[in-house]
């Protein structure tokens, strides 16, 4: 059984259940995957969302990523990708997945950007960093394509427009 614990900052916008919204990012990610099993099994699992700001998400992108910027969404995985394919349902102590964070400022220009809202944005954002701390990557072409088709379904079934659609 999946847990999802998130935790909002108050920079988040109000009037959004954001804390919903991340469950429902990470079920519907882990539904359109192999890794289905995770959020039904009797295995303990838990993903952490955070909901921050750009300045701490920039911090985390420099001190872990060496990139010295924020970026909407970053994901810390805590398994290796064999790690997560090994993982079989049973009794056992709670796995940690790893954590997702993402940052209010770029998410809310992006979705303004893209003229969509922050709620939406946020979760593809979600589903996006659920998959890479599943191993998903997009770093080749391939994986990329892989990982974007993923992505297209589980926004679909929310109801979801391609957030690929305006890709160049």
């Known amino acids: ?3 999802v614990d998130v935790i909002v900052e108050p920079v988040w916008p109000k009037g959004e259940d954001w804390k919903a919204l991340a ?8 539904a359109h995957t192999p890794y289905a099993r995770l959020a039904t099994g ?7 969302v955070r909901f921050t700001s750009d300045t701490e998400v920039h911090a985390l992108n420099r001190d872990y990523r060496e990139k010295d910027k924020p970026t909407n969404v970053l994901s810390f995985p805590m398994l290796s990708p064999d790690e997560v394919d090994a993982l079989e349902d049973g009794e056992g102590p709670e796995v940690l997945l790893g954590d997702i964070v993402l940052a209010v400022e770029t998410c809310t220009r992006e979705a303004a950007d893209k003229q969509i809202a922050v709620s939406a944005h946020a979760i593809h954002l979600v589903v996006h960093g659920m ?11 391939a994986e990329a ?3 974007e088709a993923i992505e297209r379904q589980a926004l679909s079934s929310l109801g979801l427009d391609d957030p690929y659609d305006d890709a160049e």
């Not at 469950?23 to 882990?30: D, N, Y």
């Not at 009797?42 to 952490?48: C, D, G, K, S, Y």
């Open 1 to 3: 059984m999946i847990d």
């Open 131 to 141: 998959l890479h701390l599943l191993g998903y990557d997009h770093l080749e072409d």
């Open 42 to 48: 009797r295995l303990p699992v838990e993903v952490a």
């Open 23 to 30: 469950r429902k990012g990470v079920e519907t990610a882990l």
């Open 145 to 147: 394509d892989a990982m």
